[in-house]
């Protein structure tokens, strides 16, 4: 009897193949909007195969989490204890960057996996944030109970959030050496010198819709988009939720209100930051500390609109998309300004990377707001650009 030739010719490493191509998938859609069709798609098989491997979109999703952090951890036992701290940095830029495409899984997907599947994705992460930290005190030694090595990370880990074109060599020089210098930043040294951040007042919602918007926003950062239901939301604000409907035509039109409040939020703040600055780089400054104080005051309206933006359909995406690449186009405008020997691709690259430290930094502070965590946050910001 002759032997199966799909059989034949199925490659030995499939099961690898689908992790990452589902890890592409899952970065680029979100765990909801991902399918077990895209993701066989993208290996050249059917669905019915996929179910051959894994069971279901979760066992494949939790495999995907675990992926990356393993690799990290790998690379990372491969270089040599008390090794530099250039090393140890070189060792995790060029995973994350050999792997940028499945990277986004990390920074919001994770929350869908289950409690035991997290806890152990943190304590992977955990030990890689160890390492980092270990190498950053021999060679800059601060208390600072590992906010650099979590910034410095911050930095690296940014090419999985953008689609910046850039050869891989170049992002690796670019990316480890913003978070070499993130790690020589002494939060602390600048204490005083950041300049005053004039926020836009935080909306009082004086509206049904308007209240509406402000009980869905913390659902959405909570539990993400796609696990909130329309009855969670009503019972919020004291609705049924058939009521919802007149304000709204549906839930994803209250989070594409959600993208636009913050992106007009941040617009506002910017106008005001770089209303009376003298040069680039005090304009880089002051951006800097705009988007960190925009960040602790409005942690959750931010999350929303950097983890769901990719689950607006297209014409709702659309606008709120320009307006982030508006504000991206102002900050990479000054710092080529600041740094004239970058090219728009490694300053836009570069960007990315500050807004990295500002997410890790302040989650590393657990988002506790007090005006000195603004200005450490800023100072490793700045750091990060080059400035």
């Not at 993208?42 to 669905?47: E, K």
């Not at 992977?124 to 090595?149: I, T």
């Not at 990316?175 to 007042?201: C, I, K, N």
């Not at 913390?218 to 009503?234: E, M, Y």
């Amino acid at each position: 009897m002759s032997a199966d030739p799909a059989a034949a010719t199925r490659p030995r490493n499939r099961k690898q193949l689908i992790v990452e191509a589902a890890g592409r998938v899952f970065s680029e859609r979100g765990y909801h909007a991902a399918s077990m069709e895209q993701i066989a798609a993208g290996v050249g098989i059917s669905a019915a195969a996929l179910y051959r491997h894994f069971p279901n979109k979760y066992a494949l999703f939790a495999e995907c989490a675990d992926l990356m952090a393993d690799r990290l951890v790998a690379s990372l036992d491969e270089v040599p204890s008390g090794a530099g701290l250039a090393d140890v940095l070189t060792a995790v830029t060029r995973v994350t960057v050999a792997h940028r495409a499945s990277g986004g899984v990390y920074r919001w997907e994770a929350r869908y996996l289950n409690s035991e599947d997290r806890c152990r994705l943190r304590a992977k992460f955990g030990h890689v944030v160890g390492r980092v930290d270990e190498a950053v005190q021999r060679e800059y030694p601060l208390p600072d109970e590992r906010l650099r090595a979590a910034a410095a990370l911050g930095a690296i880990g940014s090419i999985a959030m953008h689609h910046t074109s850039i050869a891989q060599r170049r992002a690796d020089e670019l990316l480890l050496a913003s978070a070499l210098r993130v790690a020589a930043t002494d939060p602390a040294a600048s204490r005083g010198g950041a300049p005053a951040v004039e926020l836009p007042a935080r909306p009082v919602p004086r509206t049904r819709r308007a209240e509406i918007l402000a009980a869905a926003v913390p659902l959405f950062a909570r539990d993400g988009f796609p696990s909130v239901t329309n009855g969670q939301i009503a019972e919020a604000v004291g609705l049924a939720p058939s009521a919802l409907y007149r304000h709204y035509p549906g839930k994803v039109d209250i989070l594409a209100a959600a993208c636009l409040q913050a992106a007009g939020l941040l617009a506002q703040g910017v106008d005001r930051s770089l209303h009376e600055v003298s040069g680039p780089h005090e304009a880089i400054v002051a951006l800097a500390a705009t988007y960190v104080a925009y960040s602790f005051e409005y942690t959750a309206l931010n999350s929303v609109a950097e983890a769901e933006v990719a689950g607006l359909p297209a014409d709702l995406r659309r606008p709120v998309v320009l307006a982030q690449r508006e504000h991206i186009a102002v900050w990479e405008e000054q710092l080529r300004l600041a740094r004239p020997e970058l090219d728009p691709r490694q300053a836009r690259a570069l960007v990315h990377a500050g807004f990295g430290v500002a997410v890790e930094a302040g989650r590393a502070l657990r988002w506790q707001d007090s005006h000195d965590h603004r200005e450490a946050v800023t100072a490793l910001v700045v750091g990060a650009l080059g400035l």
